[in-house]
């Protein structure tokens, strides 16, 4: 089985479009350049020029808000390191989110391990096996990643992890990650393709060559110190080698405990009551014709 691994199917060239200061980190995580084609070359432009007529500046931004809105649900992340309290958007990313929650509800992620750690990058978790090639979706087949131009990964994003394949096919099961970097990393993003908040949330770290590849579903809005916490375990490389990400001692979520679940949206009775009286209409008129 592939492992879920960041990065896998990323270009040279998005990356390069998306941040310019992360080339020998990126170098460091095994991303090869793809041959260009005609064929990515006119999806990208039909997308930044359907992009280019959305007003980003007007989108709401829910990861900026540490209050948590009734559309919105959240958990408690309860680890060997302590607790994280994070917010999730199941308008923005509702599968993601319902196979989080529904998970997290069956205690399928409690005493697994954070697998894969890296610093100044992300910590990743969720596989019951505790390799990085194990764990499944409630659906029991993986699902396709959601990219909302609502959210990002800026510093405690909660993010699905994938496996290698293109951002529209199914290569999500139960593996996540939760992005952990404090470093500026806003330098060569551009207004036309990011709202100017998110530029400055940037600012105070992220990993924005990330963005459209992999879906955000939630942020941490307390314990980022957690986080920081997992990220500086000492590591060593696993049975596959490359970069060490292994955690010398285990680094384990204990519990996810539910703490709110997003509101149901009310059933709009307009069109109902609009039905009803269009029916009524039409019996009264044939009513008076006989």
């Known amino acids: 089985m592939k492992k879920r691994q960041l990065l896998g199917g990323l270009t040279i060239l998005t990356l390069t479009l998306a941040l310019t200061t992360g080339c020998a980190n990126l170098e460091k995580l095994g991303?090869?350049?793809?041959?260009?084609?005609?064929?990515?070359?006119?999806?990208?432009?039909?997308?930044?020029?359907?992009?280019?007529?959305?007003?980003?500046?007007?989108?709401?931004?829910?990861?900026?808000?540490?209050?948590?809105?009734?559309?919105?649900?959240?958990?408690?992340?309860?680890?060997?390191?302590?607790?994280?309290?994070?917010?999730?958007?199941?308008?923005?990313?509702?599968?993601?989110?319902?196979?989080?929650?529904?998970?997290?509800?069956?205690?399928?992620?409690?005493?697994?391990?954070?697998?894969?750690?890296?610093?100044?990058?992300?910590?990743?978790?969720?596989?019951?096996?505790?390799?990085?090639?194990?764990?499944?979706?409630?659906?029991?087949?993986?699902?396709?990643p959601e990219i909302s131009n609502q959210l990002y990964h800026i510093n405690g994003a909660l993010a699905m992890a994938r496996t290698n394949g293109d951002v529209s096919e199914k290569t999500q099961g139960s593996q996540f990650y939760i992005v952990q970097n404090h470093q500026d990393t806003a330098d060569g993003l551009l207004i036309d393709d990011y709202p100017e908040k998110i530029i400055e949330a940037y600012r105070n770290g992220g990993t924005p060559f990330l963005d459209k590849e992999y879906s955000v579903f939630g942020q941490v809005i307390e314990g980022l110190d957690v986080i920081d916490k997992i990220a500086n375990v000492e590591v060593e490389a696993d049975a596959s080698g490359g970069q060490p990400s292994k955690p010398k001692k285990d680094v384990t979520v204990k519990s996810i405990k539910i703490i709110k679940e997003a509101s149901k949206p009310k059933k709009d009775s307009s069109k109902k009551e609009t039905k009803k009286t269009t029916d009524e209409t039409d019996m009264t008129d044939s009513t008076q014709s006989n």
């Open 31 to 144: 991303i090869t350049k793809k041959n260009d084609t005609t064929e990515e070359t006119t999806t990208t432009d039909t997308t930044q020029s359907s992009e280019a007529k959305i007003n980003l500046n007007s989108l709401v931004l829910p990861q900026l808000d540490k209050t948590i809105a009734d559309n919105e649900s959240a958990v408690k992340m309860v680890t060997s390191e302590g607790t994280m309290t994070i917010k999730l958007f199941p308008e923005l990313a509702p599968k993601a989110v319902e196979n989080f929650m529904t998970h997290a509800k069956e205690g399928y992620y409690n005493k697994t391990k954070f697998h894969r750690v890296i610093k100044d990058f992300m910590i990743q978790g969720g596989d019951p096996k505790g390799t990085g090639v194990g764990g499944e979706s409630i659906w029991q087949e993986e699902f396709a």
